[in-house]
T-cell receptor, first 114, second 113 residues
């Protein structure tokens, strides 16, 4: 079974600071997804990364994928309180297919304080 | 407009009393998933359907069953809920051949008394 590890699991950061969340996975995959979840809510798609070297940016968040290292990063620039949420990465277990199972990391609970 | 709709949003049941959760989608996606998410944990895949083909995860308890009568609807039946089944149940869809992105419903939160 594919293992997906995120770190850190808990992140408390001051507004205006930068930080990176890491997502490592155990088997070959060329599809990785980042989701955001607010307390008591469902998951909202943030980024879809479909190839080695893919980089996507939206506002203060930037995600990248290195399939050779089996690593994705979610970089936060100049954090603001509205970014407080739990962030999950998810990896497609079957390479080159959209029919595979999506496995989630444990999530990174981000709190941004003034 | 909501594209993946789950009902009910909140369900309270008694220990051992069967529960059915429903999911409908307007995206015409051929793949549908049920995930279980407990507090502060990652979503855990229970089943998925590719069209009518049913795929059960090896560690999904027999207490959980699923039905997909047509493309738009999928049901999760919990035959005899235990206290450990209290969780958020998330339905998601994806289109085969697309980016593989999952679209989630708002979830159904199950409480077992």
């Amino acid at each position: 079974e594919l293992k997906v590890e995120q770190n850190p699991l808990f992140l408390s950061m001051q507004e205006g600071k930068n930080y990176t969340i890491y997502c490592n996975y155990s088997t070959t995959s060329d599809r990785l997804y980042w989701y955001r979840q607010d307390p008591g809510k469902s998951l909202e798609s943030l980024f879809v990364l479909l190839s080695n070297g893919a980089v996507k940016q939206e506002g203060r968040l930037m995600a990248s994928l290195d399939t050779k290292a089996r690593l994705s990063t979610l970089h936060i620039t100049a954090a603001v309180h509205d970014l407080s949420a739990t962030y999950f990465c998810a990896v497609d277990a079957k390479r080159g297919s959209t029919l595979g199972r999506l496995y989630f990391g444990r999530g990174t609970q981000l709190t941004v304080w003034p | 407009d909501a594209m993946v709709i789950q009902n009910p949003r909140y369900q309270v049941t008694q220990f051992g009393k069967p529960v059915t959760l429903s999911c409908s989608q307007t995206l015409n996606h051929n793949v549908m998933y049920w995930y279980q998410q407990k507090s502060s944990q990652a979503p855990k895949l229970l089943f998925h359907y590719y069209d009518k083909d049913f795929n059960n995860e090896a560690d999904t308890p027999d207490n959980f069953q699923s039905r997909r009568p047509n493309t738009s609807f999928c049901f999760l039946d919990i035959r005899s809920p235990g206290l450990g089944d209290a969780a958020m149940y998330l339905c998601a869809t994806r289109r085969a051949g697309g980016t593989g992105e999952l679209f989630f419903g708002e979830g159904s939160r199950l409480t077992v008394l």
